[in-house]
C-alpha cells in the first residue's frame, strides 16, 4: 500500500473489443483486466483506446476515405444555409449537412428514421458506407456500457432502458447520430475568408479559437485520418488522445448523460479540436463520429445506482427528462468548479509540510483521551493516505453505512467490493468512514495504511483504550453501589 500510484496507467488504456464482449456464466480474468484497463483509462484520462475487429476497421477507413470525397466534392454556395447554433430542441432531428464557420468545420449527421433533403426537396447524397458503420459503432458502445456496468456492479443491460430500440421500430428516428466531420478543408476556409473580406456581406463571421467542449452523450466514438483530439485528464492537462492510433483503433470517451446515469461516478470529457495545423493537406482533417444518446423519452435516473448500494450526492436524486437534460446549458465550470492548479499546489506544499504536522499533531493528540486520539489519527491518514489513493485511481470515495455494510463485507458480491479492492481496504473492516468505526476497526485501518504506525504505537492505544474500557467498568459498578472507586 505504500506504492499509492502502482496501477496508475502511464498512457491511455488500449483493450480489444473480443475480449471487452461479455459472455454467459462467470466473468473470466481476460475480461476482468479489460474491464479494469478501460475504467482506469476513463478515471485518468477521460478517454480510452478499442481495438476493433480487422472487418469492422476497414469499414471505417472505407468510411473516412468516402468521407474525404464527400466534402472534396461539395462546394460552398454563398446563399446556403449556415447553422452557426443549432436549436436546442431540435437535437433529436438534425439530419444531413451543415457547417459552423466559426469553427472551420463541416458535418454531415447520419440519423435512420430521418430522410436528410436537399433545399431544393431533393435527397441529399451522402457519404458511403454510413448506415454500417452506425450498426457497427453502436453495438461497440453497448459493449462499452455493459463493461461500465459490471465495474459498477449494476444488473446486466441496465442501460437499455434509456437506449433506442434495436432494431427502431416503425416511425421512429435514431436518438443516436453518426456525424462525418471535416475540419479546416482548403476550399471551404477560402469561401469563408471571402465571406468576411467583403463588404456587402450582411453578415460578419469572425473566426474564434474553439471551446471546450462537453458532449451530452452517454458515449462518443471517433475515428480520424489526422491527429488533433485533445481530452482534459485527471489533472486538468489536454493530452491528445488520437496522437498514436494503430488501424484498427477508435477512441472512445464518456458524455454528461452517463455522468448523470451515473450519479456522477463516471466523469465526462472535456474535449477540443486542434484544426491551425492543417496547412498542406488537401482534404483538411476528416473523422467520423458516433454519438450514443438516450432517447428523446426517456428519463435519467440514479435508482439503479441506489440500488446497487452506491452513494449518491442531491444533485442526482431527482429524475430528468432527456428532453429537459438535452436543452439544459452545461459548462465545465459549473460542473467542475475546482480550480486544479491551485489544487494540486496545494496538495504539495501540504506534501512538503507533512512531516511536520505530524510531529505537532501527534505532540497535541498525545495529551488526549485514547479515544479521540485514535479517531483523529484516523481521520488525519484517511486524508493523507487514503485519499491520495483513490485520487490516483480516479475513485470517489462514497462511504457506506455501517449497519448495512456489515453484512457487506460477509458477501461475495457487495456493491462496495470493487472500491475495497481498488484501495486496498483491510479485510472485515465495514466501508465507512472511519470517524464510524469501531476502535478496534479503527487500528485495522491504521495498520494497514500508515506504514510508520508502530507496534509500539498500537500497543500502547490498545492498553490505554483496554485500561479506559476497565475504569468505565469500575465507575459504573460504583455508581450502582455508591461508593467511591479506588483504581
Known amino acids: ?84 447554433e443549432d436549436d436546442a430542441r431540435e437535437w433529436c432531428k438534425t439530419s444531413g449537412y451543415y457547417a459552423d464557420p466559426q469553427m472551420w468545420l463541416e ?49 446486466t443491460c441496465v442501460f437499455t432502458e434509456i437506449l433506442d430500440n434495436m432494431p427502431l421500430r416503425g416511425q421512429e428516428a435514431s436518438s443516436s447520430v453518426l456525424s462525418a466531420c471535416c475540419h479546416s478543408r482548403p476550399s471551404f476556409e477560402g469561401a469563408q475568408q471571402h465571406r468576411v473580406a467583403s463588404p456587402n456581406d450582411s453578415q460578419l463571421l469572425m473566426f474564434s479559437e474553439q471551446e471546450e467542449q462537453i458532449d451530452k452523450t452517454l458515449l462518443t466514438l471517433v475515428k480520424s485520418d489526422r491527429s488533433g483530439l485533445y481530452v482534459k485528464d485527471l489533472h486538468a492537462r489536454w493530452i491528445l488522445v488520437d496522437g498514436d492510433l494503430g488501424p484498427h483503433d477508435i477512441v472512445v470517451y464518456p458524455g454528461l448523460a452517463l455522468y448523470q ?84 499546489r496545494a496538495e504539495q506544499d501540504a506534501s512538503s509540510n507533512s512531516t511536520t504536522k505530524k510531529k505537532k499533531g501527534s505532540t497535541r493528540t498525545n495529551s488526549l483521551p485514547p479515544s479521540k486520539r485514535l479517531r483523529l489519527e484516523a481521520q488525519r491518514v484517511l486524508k ?45 473492516v465495514p466501508f465507512v468512514h472511519p470517524h464510524d468505526l469501531p476502535n478496534k476497526a479503527k487500528l485495522r485501518f491504521l495498520e494497514t495504511y500508515e506504514p510508520g504506525w508502530t507496534a509500539s504505537q498500537q500497543d500502547e492505544l490498545r492498553a490505554s483504550l483496554c485500561k479506559c474500557g476497565y475504569v468505565l467498568t469500575c465507575q459504573r459498578l460504583a455508581s450502582s453501589l455508591m461508593i467511591s472507586p479506588h483504581v
Open 107 to 155: 458535418m454531415y449527421d447520419y440519423r435512420p428514421g430521418i430522410t436528410a433533403r436537399e433545399h431544393n426537396g431533393a435527397m441529399e447524397l451522402t457519404p458511403s458506407g454510413l448506415p454500417d458503420i452506425f450498426s457497427v459503432l453502436g453495438k461497440v458502445c453497448r459493449d462499452i456500457l455493459d463493461a461500465i456496468s459490471f465495474s459498477l456492479n449494476l444488473r
Open 261 to 344: 446515469e451515473t450519479a456522477g461516478y463516471v466523469n465526462p470529457a472535456v474535449h477540443k479540436t486542434e484544426v491551425g495545423n492543417l496547412q498542406g493537406y488537401r482534404f483538411g482533417r476528416c473523422s467520423l463520429a458516433f454519438k450514443l444518446t438516450p432517447r428523446s423519452v426517456a428519463r435519467l435516473s440514479d435508482s439503479e445506482m441506489g440500488a446497487a448500494g452506491h452513494g449518491v450526492d442531491t444533485q442526482f436524486q431527482v429524475p430528468i427528462p432527456v428532453t429537459d437534460f438535452m436543452q439544459t446549458h452545461h459548462s465545465a465550470d459549473q460542473l467542475f468548479p475546482k480550480n486544479n492548479e491551485l489544487s494540486s
Open 1 to 84: 500500500m505504500d506504492d499509492a500510484g502502482g496501477d496508475i496507467l502511464p498512457s491511455l488504456g488500449r483493450v480489444r473489443l473480443g475480449d471487452l464482449a461479455a459472455v454467459e456464466g462467470l466473468a473470466s480474468d481476460s475480461y476482468k483486466i479489460c474491464v479494469s484497463t478501460l475504467m482506469q483509462s476513463l478515471a485518468q484520462y477521460s478517454a480510452a483506446i478499442i481495438q476493433l475487429p480487422p472487418a469492422d476497421a476497414a469499414l471505417l477507413r472505407s468510411g473516412l476515405d468516402s468521407t474525404r470525397l464527400f466534402f472534396h466534392q461539395r462546394g460552398y454556395g454563398s446563399g446556403e444555409v449556415v447553422h452557426l
Open 384 to 428: 493523507e493516505r487514503v485519499q491520495d489513493i483513490a485520487d490516483g485511481r480516479g475513485i470517489k470515495l462514497r462511504f457506506c453505512n455501517l449497519k448495512e455494510c456489515e453484512s457487506h463485507i460477509r458477501s461475495l458480491h457487495s456493491p462496495c467490493e470493487n472500491i475495497r479492492t481498488e484501495i486496498g481496504w483491510p479485510q472485515g
